[in-house]
């Protein structure tokens, strides 16, 4: 039986389920999966390779298709490696890349006992199951049937035919802009100008806001470490990796200046000092809690982005003191544009 998967993004939203939630569901139910993504990003192959550790399975065989041509940067590449020892060390399956011809196809196949349960094709790449993909994608689940059983065929042949496991293979990465934030849900990309424009406009209402590392935190930059989604029959479904949520000290959410959570003020816009505009909002008690609106992702990967950038952290680490001393910052200053309710974040070091 086929099913169709869309994103279901306003104003286009159908009936019908989204990718990630499906790929999620047979994900828990399987012992073996196969993937053949043209496409991977950092966060899904951190997340496949948390899932694995916390539940101990299931087997993996990834093949990814088009970045032995186009080039992978430093934090995919370590992530992919990551994943790759991960299920190696535990004979759980492999990584590999297409190195015979660029392959863009989209699929992935669900197994359970040596029976196929389902298998997808379409456009979502891997990136898709981690939520808040600004981009509409369209697939094709097929439960249970011979389509099924040919996808999960054809991957196979792939892997065997055309592509290379990724710990014999040699790739010098692709230094890369700071793009993390690229094709997120609520997420703009500004022009130069209008940043100029912001930080020109910026008034005397500031803080200075502590960003804190600890190798056993699970909250704050470290809020991915914290517990994960336990469903009934015991499958982990662990925290992503770019969840953040920062702390502020009662000394700075006492001033009046400070957005107050359940107030008018307690969502707002941020535009960032290299160029990105999203809504962040306060809450918890005394306003603590700093997060972004909707999606912890979304300052996460703003964070963690400018860190993993500048070489001080790698995929699935943890952040530590080190890790903002290495950068050359251990804060995050908070301005308020004039006459405005929309803040402008700044986590620059010179020469970062």
Same mark, same amino acid.
């Given at each position: 039986m086929a099913s169709l998967l869309f994103s279901n993004l306003s104003p286009l939203r159908t009936d019908t389920q989204k990718y990630a939630d499906v790929f999620k569901d047979y994900l828990k139910q399987s012992d073996n999966v196969q993937i053949a993504s043209g496409y991977i990003s950092t966060d899904s192959a951190?997340?496949?390779?948390? $899932? &694995? #550790?916390?539940?101990?399975?299931?087997?993996?065989?990834?093949?990814?298709?088009?970045? +032995?041509? #186009?080039?992978?940067?430093? =934090?995919?590449?370590? *992530?992919?490696?990551?994943?790759? /020892?991960?299920?190696?060390?535990?004979?759980?399956?492999?990584?590999?890349? =297409?190195?015979?011809?660029?392959?863009?196809?989209?699929? =992935?196949?669900?197994?359970?006992?040596?029976? $196929?349960?389902?298998? $997808?094709?379409?456009?979502?790449?891997?990136?898709? &199951?981690?939520?808040g993909q600004r981009q509409y994608e369209a697939d094709c689940l097929?439960?249970?049937?011979?389509?099924?059983? #040919? &996808?999960?065929?054809? $991957?196979?042949?792939?892997? %065997?035919?055309?592509?290379?496991?990724?710990?014999?293979?040699? &790739?010098?990465p692709v230094i890369p802009e700071n793009n993390l934030l690229k094709d997120q849900l609520g997420v703009v990309k500004l022009q130069d100008s209008e940043t100029r424009n912001a930080k020109a406009q910026l008034g005397e209402v500031q803080f200075d806001i502590p960003l804190k590392g600890d190798v056993s935190q699970r909250s704050g930059l470290n809020a991915s470490f914290g517990e994960g989604r336990r469903n009934q029959q015991g499958f982990v479904q662990p925290r992503s990796? +770019?969840?953040?949520?920062?702390?502020?000290?009662?000394? /700075?959410?006492?001033?009046? %200046? +400070?957005?107050?959570?359940?107030? %008018?003020? *307690?969502?707002?816009?941020?535009?960032?000092?290299?160029?990105?505009?999203?809504?962040?909002? =306060?809450s918890g008690d005394y306003s603590k809690n700093l997060r972004s609106e909707d999606d912890l992702k979304t300052l996460g990967r703003w964070i963690k982005g400018r860190l993993e950038n500048a070489g001080v952290l790698r995929p699935g680490e943890r952040v530590t003191d080190e890790t903002l001393t290495r950068y050359g910052r251990s804060s995050l200053k908070m301005s308020r544009i004039k006459d405005t309710n929309t803040w402008y974040l700044d986590f620059g070091v010179e020469n970062a």
């Open positions: 951190v997340d496949l390779k948390n $899932i &694995i #550790e916390a539940n101990g399975g299931p087997k993996l065989n990834l093949c990814v298709g088009m970045h +032995y041509f #186009e080039g992978l940067s430093p =934090v995919q590449l370590d *992530a992919l490696q990551s994943l790759d /020892i991960v299920l190696r060390e535990r004979s759980l399956g492999s990584v590999s890349m =297409v190195t015979t011809f660029p392959f863009h196809g989209k699929l =992935v196949s669900f197994g359970k006992d040596e029976a $196929i349960l389902g298998s $997808i094709l379409g456009s979502s790449n891997l990136t898709n &199951i981690v939520e097929f439960a249970g049937d011979n389509q099924a059983v #040919e &996808i999960n065929d054809f $991957i196979n042949r792939l892997i %065997e035919t055309a592509a290379k496991p990724l710990d014999t293979l040699t &790739i010098t990796w +770019y969840e953040v949520e920062l702390i502020v000290p009662k000394e /700075i959410t006492d001033n009046p %200046e +400070y957005p107050k959570a359940n107030s %008018e003020n *307690a969502q707002f816009d941020v535009v960032t000092d290299d160029g990105w505009k999203f809504r962040c909002k =306060v």
